[in-house]
């Protein structure tokens, strides 16, 4: 069982279903329509929608699971992403409780405001554990239509019926 104990088998081969559907369009289909920086990071918006609605007990091994999929799919450094989601991850978590977490006004935001700490927290790890001068630059060109998209696809699946449900109740 993913999130705690109510959590019944339904919604989580539903939730299972959904991972594995984002990790294949992320993956195949994406790169063969869209041009690189304007590629969204679906499994980010999920982590994001798991860190505001989802429970304690397993959400930060989910999200450093994410993180190890982006990594191994994405080509870059393994664990980047791994350490980027989960520290993104337990910082919304620390702050998720005093918000009003079903907000699809502060989903968009935390999207895009992960999107912005998580190309900051890997623009600062890549420049200290590499040796390649252009790294910073191409990451540095990526970023503005990569927080638009994602942002745009976090308000997508905002507006989708049942958002504003708990994925379990702990």
């Known amino acids: 069982m993913f999130y705690g104990v ?25 790169p063969v329509f869209v041009r690189s920086p304007f590629k969204p990071d679906l499994l980010l918006v999920i982590m994001v929608y798991i860190a505001l609605h989802g429970s304690f ?13 982006n990594d191994v799919y994405s080509g870059l450094y393994l664990g980047l992403n791994a350490a980027t989601f989960l520290i993104s ?3 919304i978590r620390s702050v998720s409780e ?15 405001g992960v999107t912005l ?9 890549t420049v200290m ?33 049942g958002f504003d449900s708990q994925v379990a109740s702990s």
């Open 117 to 125: 700490a998580g190309f900051t927290l890997n623009l600062l790890l």
């Open 6 to 30: 109510v959590m019944n088998r339904r919604a989580t081969l539903l939730f299972s279903f959904l991972i594995i559907t984002s990790i294949v369009i992320q993956v195949s289909l994406l």
């Open 129 to 161: 554990f590499t040796a390649s001068p252009g790294i910073a630059y191409s990451m540095l060109s990526d970023i503005f239509p990569r927080l638009l998209v994602n942002s745009f696809i976090a308000s997508i699946v905002s507006s989708l019926p």
């Open 98 to 112: 005093r918000l009003y977490a079903d907000s699809a006004i502060l989903f968009v935001l935390t999207v895009a």
């Open 57 to 69: 007990k397993v959400g930060g091994a989910m999200a450093w699971l994410l993180g190890m999929f």
């Open 89 to 91: 991850y337990l910082v």
